[in-house]
């Protein structure tokens, strides 16, 4: 399972914003909402985050400390 | 394409007149697209004409002799964005790239003069327009110059990390910001400079601590 950003499909109000910034074609509208298709190609560049005016999209990071030996 | 005068209609600058008056002053309005990456002005040339976003997003940004960038705005459908050379007679003060492919309806400079001269009534509306874009910069310059952040994010990113046994929680640049008491793009700036100092290293979505004692000592000195 690839991580992917999450969509809140409650506030989405189907603008494609982020389908039209999203530079590996991740999200597809789906019935007026935005839907994430699973891809390595995803690179968290956030910018479908950042694109939403209605905050829908959120890319999350994981905080974690390099193991050292 | 033709230009849609019930987009018109939508944008502020247009607000209050009629079809009849939307229609004539579409002659004046061109269009034109960009794909994603396109530059669409460039800082310090003379364009002379400004843009309203048809349709996508576009990205106007100031760039460093570094090579620095520091955005300015994201301008999103019905927005504007270039006019301050149209009313100053200077050169571009920023750069705009579209973020992905764009539908542009442009206004040049002795077209807009003629707009004015037949509707004088959006003058106000322009005026606010403006007014909104001068409150957004002063917003962000409070930002760049009041707020050193990068102690805070410092100390979220250590309260925040996971272990093996805890169940990590996951944060936006959003949600960093909000707890910062800063704007995301201050995050953002924050987090690179500490990639660039090797304090962490971005993995996708994980953020990878590299130096936890160098981080802590951001904290400390922060306080």
């Known amino acids: 399972m690839v991580v992917m950003p999450v969509v809140d499909q409650e506030k989405c109000n189907g603008c494609e914003l982020c389908i039209n910034v999203c530079p590996c074609r991740a999200l597809v509208l789906v019935k007026n909402v935005i839907t994430v298709i699973e891809t390595k190609d995803c690179g968290w560049c956030i910018q479908c985050e950042v694109i939403c005016p209605s905050g829908a999209i959120t890319c999350p990071y994981e905080i974690v400390i390099e193991e050292t030996h | 394409m033709a230009i849609e005068v019930e987009f018109l209609k939508s944008i502020p600058y247009f607000s209050g007149l009629s079809l009849t008056e939307l229609d004539a002053i579409k002659q004046f309005v061109f269009e034109k697209t960009a794909e994603r990456g396109e530059l669409i002005l460039l800082e310090g040339e003379s364009a002379g004409v400004f843009f309203f976003v048809a349709s996508g997003a576009v990205k106007v940004f100031k760039t460093s002799a570094e090579g620095k960038e520091q955005i300015l705005n994201i301008v999103r459908p019905g927005e504007s964005f270039n006019e301050v050379p149209i009313f100053d007679d200077g050169t571009n003060p920023s750069s705009a790239q579209a973020m992905g492919p764009v539908v542009l309806y442009g206004v040049r400079k002795d077209s807009l003069q003629s707009i004015l001269r037949d ?89 990878v601590i590299t130096d936890k004692k160098a981080l802590q000592k951001m904290v400390e000195a922060s306080l």
């Open chain 2, 119 to 207: 509707y004088p009534q959006i003058a106000l509306n322009i005026i606010k327009v403006l007014a909104e874009q001068v409150r957004q910069l002063v917003s962000l310059v409070e930002d760049l110059s009041f707020r050193h952040v990068i102690g805070r994010v410092a100390k979220i990113l250590l309260e925040y990390t996971g272990d093996e046994t805890a169940l990590r929680p996951r944060l936006t640049q959003q949600e960093m910001a909000a707890m910062a008491g800063t704007a995301r793009e201050v995050v953002g700036r924050s987090l690179k400079a500490l990639e660039e100092e090797g304090v962490l290293r971005f993995d996708r979505h994980r953020i």
